[in-house]
């Protein structure tokens, strides 16, 4: 079965600052994976997905990540963080079905 | 497209009744997932369905709940009945093809008292 861990479940920065936000999977297949954010009261939207062809994947708002295949990661980075960015960022897998997994979500908070 | 379409947006109820929640996925999606939100668990994966057809009930928490898919443009999902640890933000999300983006609607807040 298939599995995300987010390590850290706040994360905060200033304002200007590089985003990291750290998921690693688990799969018995290559996965999908996927990176969502959620703003208050609001449902979630993706940012960015990997699906087996480029390592490094861009996504909107200025986010990427890298899958790492060796480190079975699929970090999520900004080089520079905005108020804007503040919300709750969840990585997701899925194998080579429909059924997709959530982490538990990493909530970001930007200073100015 | 207007999106998914969750309703209610919010709703209380008093424990022992039954709630409904109705969901609309995206025309031409395909495939149909009920994710339930608490800060203690994060979000869980419930139910979900493939061409009208339960694939997957695993997550659904007890005979208590339960969810339906008459057809391709409507889905519901039952507690009945309701419980004050039922009280979460419930996510319709749909989908097309395999391993595509899964689209979500803005939620149903539950409040059992």
């Known amino acids: 079965a298939q599995s995300v861990t987010q390590l850290g479940s706040h994360v905060s920065v200033s304002e200007g600052a590089l985003v990291l936000l750290r998921c690693n999977y688990s799969?018995?297949?290559?996965?999908?994976l996927f990176w969502y954010v959620q703003y208050p009261n609001q449902g979630l939207q993706l940012l960015l997905k990997y699906t087996s062809a480029a390592t490094l994947v861009k996504g909107i708002n200025g986010f990427e990540a890298e899958f790492k295949k060796s480190e079975t990661s699929f970090h999520l980075t900004k080089p520079s963080a905005h108020m804007s960015d503040a919300a709750e960022y969840f990585c997701?897998?899925?194998?080579?079905?429909?059924?997709?997994?959530f982490g538990t979500g990493t909530r970001l908070q930007v200073f100015p | 497209d207007a999106g998914v379409i969750q309703s209610p947006r919010h709703e209380v109820t008093e424990m022992g009744q039954e709630v409904t929640l109705r969901c609309k996925p995206i025309?031409?999606?395909?495939?149909l997932f009920w994710y339930r939100q608490t800060m203690m668990r994060g979000l869980e994966l419930l139910i979900y369905?493939?061409?009208?057809?339960?694939?997957?009930d695993s997550g659904m928490p007890e005979d208590r709940f339960s969810a339906k898919m008459p057809n391709a443009s409507f889905s519901t999902l039952k507690i009945q009945p309701s419980e004050p640890r039922d009280s979460a933000v419930y996510f319709c999300?749909?989908?097309?093809?395999?391993?595509?983006?899964?689209?979500f609607g803005q939620g149903t807040r539950l409040t059992v008292v």
């Open positions: 799969s018995s297949v290559p996965p999908y």
């Open positions: 369905f493939n061409n009208n057809v339960p694939i997957d």
């Open positions: 999300a749909s989908a097309g093809q395999m391993n595509t983006e899964a689209f």
């Open positions: 025309s031409g999606h395909n495939s």
């Open positions: 997701a897998v899925s194998d080579n079905t429909d059924k997709l997994i």
